[in-house]
């Protein structure tokens, strides 16, 4: 079974960037839909962005597009995400999961829809000044 292993968080002051990564082991991530959730105190997960087989087949969220990108390197089995120009709005901890069922679906569907979902355990990312 695949497992996920988030990194790159941290604390970061208004304007800055991060590199997340996303590291699968137990598996290749080749046909593997892989996405990005956050999730801030007192709200729900959300997907962000999210990236099929091919790196055309991307989503962002409203607004996020143009600060963030996501892409993958599957030799190292591994997913990224650049974030541009953070906010203090962009503080939450970020998860990678991975589903065999579609890259949209993954981002735009209720994470309790999709129980077949593998999830990371999730790096915080403090945006402050």
């Known amino acids: 079974q695949v497992q996920l292993v988030e990194s790159g968080g941290g604390l970061v002051q208004p304007g800055g960037s991060l590199n997340l990564s996303c590291a699968a082991s137990?598996?290749?991530?080749?046909?593997?839909?892989i996405g990005w959730f956050r999730q801030a105190p007192g709200k729900e997960r959300e997907g962000i962005s999210c990236?099929?087989?091919?790196?055309?087949?991307?989503y962002y969220k409203p607004f996020l597009e143009g600060r963030f990108t996501i892409s993958r390197d599957n030799a190292k089995r591994t997913v990224y995400l650049q974030m541009n120009s953070l906010e203090p709005e962009n503080t939450a901890v970020y998860y990678c999961?991975?589903?065999?069922?579609?890259?949209?679906?993954?981002?735009?569907?209720?994470?309790?829809?999709?129980?077949?979902?593998?999830w990371g355990r999730g790096t915080q990312v403090t945006v402050s000044s």
């Open positions: 137990g598996s290749t991530l080749d046909d593997v839909a």
């Open positions: 999961a991975a589903s065999t069922k579609g890259w949209l679906r993954l981002c735009v569907l209720p994470v309790t829809s999709q129980p077949d979902t593998v």
């Open positions: 990236i099929g087989s091919s790196e055309d087949s991307t």
